[in-house]
């Protein structure tokens, strides 16, 4: 890369980034895009007498954000100039904009001839995996306090106070307890860059595992209550319920829908499409094709009965709804209970550094030196 070529990708950062912006922007409210246009058009069936068109619609918003200097203009012009020279479908004019999933949607609602209703059902959708997206993330930033402050409860211990006790005793002579986190104290200052790598690579690791994952271990950690993995779990099987209904509403069969969600989803679901779809291509009943350790037991025995009890599509389309609810509950109610244990675990941290410092204190009045 030449001077030039460094100089040009400087100046086109501002614009990068306002793109990004823009992309984030679309994403985060593009629930509300669909239930508009899916309204518009459910509104305007005699579109052409009304002078109502979609590109229309998308071309009004895009002259509205522009004006006001919104960084979503971008993702509207983008939509438009696709709509407009490209594929003339709003399902290629949102491609790689949102999540794959929701295009392989809209691209069966185009197909079938129910554009308006299919936007606002993915709207619901949408607003429906939001949710649990919220509340999962909660549950992590309602975890992170009390670990958080164990740990620089631990550092604050460690680094401030036991160095000033080595002032007044002799190391040998500390409480073992303290003994312990003054050298930890001491290894902290040397150390602490390899410690902060090691953590934001363990977080990494878990943010990343989480979609990628599929080694054997990770089916162990899927019911480890302390992890992760059961809320991702139950998150990913609302999911494939929901993409599960939608694709054979439209009529395609329980294993053309597998295959077209396995080919836009992260490895994690895809593993478990393609298992299912080998159940169905052994010839496995259908109350066992999705049992593949994805679905919590009690979810499964429920699919199972509604199959049992009915068609595969009816039965699906039942529990999709229901199920987001459900996780979004227990997501919740495990994440007080887990509050609950790291909360118990800081207030019996902050009890034994009392402990130690009463007992260091004893320790000073014994072997105090002038």
Not at 152 to 158: D, G, H, N, T
Request: glycine residues 6%; proline residues 4%.
């Amino acid at each position: 890369m030449g001077f030039q070529d460094l100089i040009q990708l400087i100046q086109e950062i501002p614009a990068r980034v306002v793109e990004w912006r823009g992309r984030q922007n679309a994403l985060a409210h593009r629930a509300e895009i669909y239930e508009d246009l899916g309204n518009a058009i459910r509104n305007s069936s005699g579109a052409s007498a009304s002078g109502w068109s979609l590109l229309g619609q998308l071309e009004d918003w895009h002259s509205r954000a522009a004006s006001r200097g919104q960084p979503i203009a971008h993702v509207f012009a983008l939509w438009i100039a696709r709509m407009s020279t490209e594929t003339g479908k709003f399902s290629g004019a949102v491609a790689e904009t949102v999540p794959s999933m929701e295009v392989i949607s809209i691209a069966t609602s185009e197909h079938a001839g129910k554009l308006g209703a299919g936007l606002l059902e993915l709207a619901e959708d949408v607003r429906r995996l939001t949710s649990l997206e919220k509340a999962v993330k909660g549950m992590v930033r309602e975890l992170a306090i009390p670990i958080l402050a164990m740990a620089a409860a631990i550092l604050f211990f460690s680094v401030f106070y036991t160095p000033q006790i080595a002032n007044f005793v002799s190391i040998e002579k500390m409480p073992a307890s303290t003994r312990f986190f003054y050298a930890f104290g001491q290894w902290i200052p040397t150390w602490w860059p390899i410690l902060a790598i090691v953590a934001v690579a363990a977080y990494r690791f878990v943010d990343w595992s989480l979609e990628n994952w599929v080694a054997g271990f990770r089916f162990h950690l899927d019911s480890f209550p302390l992890s992760p993995y059961p809320y991702y779990r139950d998150y990913t099987a609302a999911r494939l319920l929901v993409a599960l209904n939608r694709r054979m509403a439209q009529g395609d069969t329980i294993k053309m829908a597998l295959e077209q969600i396995a080919q836009q989803s992260p490895p994690y679901l895809a593993l478990h499409c393609y298992q299912a779809i080998a159940s169905i291509e052994e010839g496995a009943p259908a109350h066992e094709v999705l049992n593949t350790g994805l679905f919590n037991q009690a979810l499964m025995d429920r699919i199972s009965d509604y199959i049992k009890q009915g068609d595969f599509t009816s039965a699906i389309g039942n529990l999709a709804g229901q199920s987001f609810q459900k996780v979004e509950q227990t997501i919740l109610d495990n994440m007080r209970i887990l509050k609950g244990v790291f909360t118990l675990l800081l207030y019996g941290l902050v009890v034994t550094f009392i402990g130690l410092v009463i007992n260091t204190i004893m320790a000073i009045s014994t072997n105090f030196r002038f």
